[in-house]
């Protein structure tokens, strides 16, 4: 059965101090490892997808990497206004759905 | 990126009524959506994947005569709570599957709409 668990649940982070966000997975046939970012109240924002153990991406203060296991988010020099849910979620098989981990609470203070 | 819309963003109605939520691709055609709920503190649950011109395919334990999905266009699929009780109150969230080649980017995109927050009286 196609998995994802994400660690931690919650993580507080002072401004300017990085650190990596989890995503652990277990599937038959990798098909895409998504991230999103959810702001409270509102649906989940797209930030990357990946293929392939050894992938990377980045986007601002965020870069993504994927294992044959797992996938980090690593955020660099958070701002307040990185304050969010984050997001993991897993495609595989045949169809396009989604499935999603419980997501990291990442909460950035001044 | 790519937008997808919901209508309406919030509704509270009363016990036994029915309410329909509207997911719309703005700027792009989308053949596969899919429908979630999401109840607080917790994480996205898939409730069906709607598929343009054809039946909706829901998800084990997910009553597909009360959760009524009609995928009638290529940008609009919706979502109709029947007989809604106050344990169907949660928010529900859109999204349509975008291809990476097929809109031009490098990579396979899920967007998502701003979700519906229903509360049942």
């Known amino acids: 059965e196609d998995q994802v668990t994400q660690s931690p649940e919650a993580l507080r982070l002072q401004e300017g101090e990085s650190s990596s966000l989890n995503c652990s997975y277990t599937?038959?046939?990798?098909?895409?490892l998504f991230w999103y970012r959810q702001d409270p109240g509102k649906g989940p924002e797209f930030l990357f997808t990946?293929?392939?153990a050894g992938e990377e991406k980045e986007k601002e203060r965020l870069k993504a990497t994927l294992t044959k296991k797992e996938s980090f988010l690593h955020i660099t020099a958070p701002k307040p206004e990185d304050s969010a849910t984050y997001l993991c979620?897993?495609?595989?098989?045949?169809?396009?759905?989604?499935?999603f981990g419980t997501g990291t609470l990442l909460a950035v203070q001044p | 990126g790519a937008v997808v819309s919901q209508h309406p963003s919030r509704v509270i109605c009363k016990s036994g009524t029915s309410v329909k939520i509207e997911c719309r691709s703005l700027?792009?055609?989308?053949?596969?959506m899919f429908w979630y709920r999401q109840f607080p503190k917790q994480s996205l649950m898939l409730m069906a994947t709607?598929?343009?011109?054809?039946?909706?395919?829901?998800e084990q334990g997910v009553e597909k005569d009360k959760f009524l999905i009609n995928h009638a266009s290529l940008t609009l699929s919706t979502l109709t709570v029947t007989s809604a009780h106050p344990e169907d109150s949660s928010f529900y969230i859109c999204?349509?599957?975008?291809?990476?080649?097929?809109?031009?980017?490098?990579?396979?995109?899920?967007?998502f709409g701003p979700g519906t927050r229903l509360t049942v009286l």
């Open positions: 999204s349509a599957f975008l291809p990476g080649l097929a809109g031009g980017l490098s990579s396979d995109t899920q967007y």
């Open positions: 599937v038959s046939g990798l098909r895409g």
């Open positions: 990946l293929y392939s």
């Open positions: 979620a897993l495609r595989g098989g045949a169809t396009n759905k989604l499935i």
């Open positions: 700027d792009f055609q989308a053949t596969t």
């Open positions: 709607s598929n343009e011109g054809s039946k909706a395919t829901y």
